[in-house]
Nanobody, 128 residues
Framework: QVQLVESGGGLVQAGGSLRLSCAAS????????MGWFRQAPGKEREFVAA????????NYADLVKGRFTISRDDAKNAVYLQMNSLKPEDTAVYYC?????????????????????WGQGTQVTVSS
């Protein structure tokens, strides 16, 4: 059974940092591209960052570029999202996702439909 479990969320002041982790089990992580998405109250789930199977390609939403960094450690079956210079508008539930199709073409990695498996999310709240 595939499981993705996010951790590391919490309450932080604007300008602070958090590091989210996604622990994967039941799958061979290096067979999957990985993504982070987020969903704020009343809004649709949106793309945050993605990393290819090899880790050689990373992509970010414009809103987080330069502040967030996605990385992976296949030996630990884990993916991370380092979030710096956090803003109140970063407040959301953050989800990690694993997908075999995410880097098949174009900007498919930005689409939730490119991912096969999802975690249950971790809450990030940034106070002003």
């Amino acid at each position: 059974q595939v499981q993705l479990v996010e951790s590391g969320g919490g309450l932080v002041q604007a300008g602070g940092s958090l590091r989210l982790s996604c622990a994967a089990s039941g799958l061979t992580l290096n067979s999957y591209a990985m993504g982070w998405f987020r969903q704020a109250p009343g809004k649709e789930r949106e793309f945050v960052a993605a990393i290819s199977r090899s880790g050689g390609i990373t992509n970010y939403a414009d809103l987080v570029k330069g502040r967030f960094t996605i990385s992976r450690d296949d030996a630990k079956n884990a993916v991370y999202l380092q979030m710096n210079s956090l803003k109140p508008e970063d407040t959301a539930v953050y989800y990690c996702a694993a997908g075999t199709r995410a880097y098949w073409s174009g900007t498919l990695y930005r689409s939730w439909a490119a991912y096969n498996y999802w975690g249950q999310g971790t809450q990030v709240t940034v106070s002003s």
